[in-house]
Every structure is written in C-alpha cells, then in structure tokens.
C-alpha cells in the first residue's frame, strides 16, 4: 500500500450510527442480507466466532480474541458464536467520506481480518465504546478521533505483514531518521547500513514499504517541512531553504514545485 505524498489515505469518518459492547452468548447469531450501507468494524475481546461471507468469493472466517474485522458496505454475511466457546465484543457501524475513488479502493485493499492485534489496538476500541456511552461533551469529536486511529493502526499492521517483523522496524527506524534529521542528504549507502542490508535489498525493503525510493522520501520530507514554515509566517522562502539543507535556491524552488505543484511563494504568508 502506497504511502507517497499523493497517496496519504485521506479518509474521514463522518457519522458513527452506534457502537456496541456484546457480552458472552451462545446463541448469537447475526445474518445480513443484499448490501449493508455503512461500514463495520469488529473488535473480538475473547471467545470465538464464526463468520460466512457470501458473493462472488464466498469464504468463512473463524475469529477469535485479538481478532479485529472489517466490513465494506458491500458485504452481506451471516455469524454465529461458537456455542461452546462464544463470544464477546465491540462493534462500530459507521460512514466514511474518501476525498477520490483511489482512497476508496485503498481502503478496500486492506484484510477483512487483522489477526491477534497488539494491545494498543484493544485500548483504543474499550476508549471508544466508554466514550460513545458516556456522551460528555464533544464526545462525537472524540469517538470519530479515535476510530480513524485505529483505521490507522490496521493501515500500519498490513504494511508490516509485507515484510518481516525485524525489516518492517529496520525501516520504520530509518524512516524516523530522516523526519529527525531533514535538513541533512542521506546516501542510500548509509541508509542501507543502519539496517545491516545491503544497498540493493534495503532499496527493495524501503520502496515495499514506504511506497517510494529512500531519495524520495528524503525530498518530500524536505518539502513538507518547508510548507509548513512558509504557511506559518515563521520564514520566507530563502530562509526555509536554507534551514532545510538546501545550498541552491533554485534547486530548492524547482524541487518545491515538482512536489506541490506550486512554487513556493504561494505558500507565503
């Protein structure tokens, strides 16, 4: 999945209908005929279940604690506990509004099933329900805050299921040099070697993962940051070049606009 500057997932929640917290039943069951309209999202806290889907590529799932589901509105599907060991969990119904049709099928592209999700992720969906039933004020603000997070980290977890566990952090902790240390030009070379590959499979590694070659990232890195220091006001055009790294201004400007698409006296205040 793409991570380049035109590709940044920009998807929104717009309405969340409900959230619901299941507890144990043996005997629940759940069918949705034709098309539901709206998206859903499954945290499974314990026990076990199992879902048929029906369509083009019926398939069945077998889910259980750790486990976290989505559903694109077009995906009828029938469920049951598994008697002997049911299940419980949180459920989120909810409509997205994607800004092109790439986002939408960005979204589409990720599993229907994140198995055995980290910790954090579980947090994220008990904050979520506690919030949505506690209603203080602007709890809608937050519950939509705290759903595109955890749309977030399964975007995370299905980059890294690309790679192994030990490349995907060798990766990510490079990518966390360059956003520390934007003003300075990395070789590939020495990119490579914080992550003991060679240069070849490091540049393989990087593309799979980020969605761009380690040079580009390193400029839209640049670029982004000088946006964000010209839209301040807190420096004019030479002197977010140079803060930046940038000797050439022209360089700087032309590199700019490649990006962005507009010069860099556009974003001026």
């Known amino acids: ?101 790439q986002t939408r099928i960005q979204l589409a592209e990720l599993p229907m099933v994140a198995r055995q999700t980290p910790g954090a992720v579980r947090t994220l969906f008990q904050e979520l329900e506690s919030t949505w039933v506690g209603k203080q004020s602007a709890y809608l603000l937050k519950c939509r805050a705290l759903l595109e997070q955890i749309i977030w980290e399964l975007i995370q977890l299905a980059d890294a299921s690309k790679v192994d566990s030990a490349h995907y952090l060798a ?6 040099h360059i956003q520390e240390h934007y003003a300075e030009s990395f070789m590939v070379e020495e990119l490579a070697a914080m992550t003991r590959c060679s240069p070849s499979h490091f540049r393989m590694l990087f593309r799979q993962i980020v969605g761009m070659t380690a040079v580009q990232y390193q400029a839209m890195v640049r670029i982004e940051k000088a946006k964000d220091l010209l839209l301040s006001g807190e420096m004019n055009v030479s002197e977010a070049a140079a803060h930046l790294g940038y000797r050439d201004i022209y360089y700087f400007s032309r590199q700019f606009k490649q990006l962005t698409g507009k010069p860099p006296r556009e974003y001026v205040r």
Not at 6 to 18: H, K, M, P, W
Not at 64 to 78: A, H, I, K, N
Not at 171 to 176: L, S
Request: glycine residues 8%; hydrophobic residues 35%; proline residues 8%.
């Open 171 to 176: 990766i990510e902790r490079v990518r966390q």
């Open 1 to 101: 999945m793409s991570k380049g500057p035109d590709a940044g997932f920009d998807v929104s929640v717009n309405r969340i209908f409900n959230v619901v917290k299941r507890t144990p039943n043996a005997g629940w069951k759940l069918e949705l005929k034709g098309s539901p309209c709206n998206y859903v999202l499954c945290m499974a806290l314990q026990g076990e279940a199992i879902y048929h889907l029906s369509g083009e590529q019926p398939q069945e799932l077998r889910v259980s604690g750790g486990d976290v589901l989505l559903f694109s509105p077009e995906t009828p599907r029938f469920a049951h506990s598994v008697p002997e060991n049911p299940w419980s969990f949180i459920t989120v119904n909810f409509s997205i509004t994607f800004p092109d049709e």
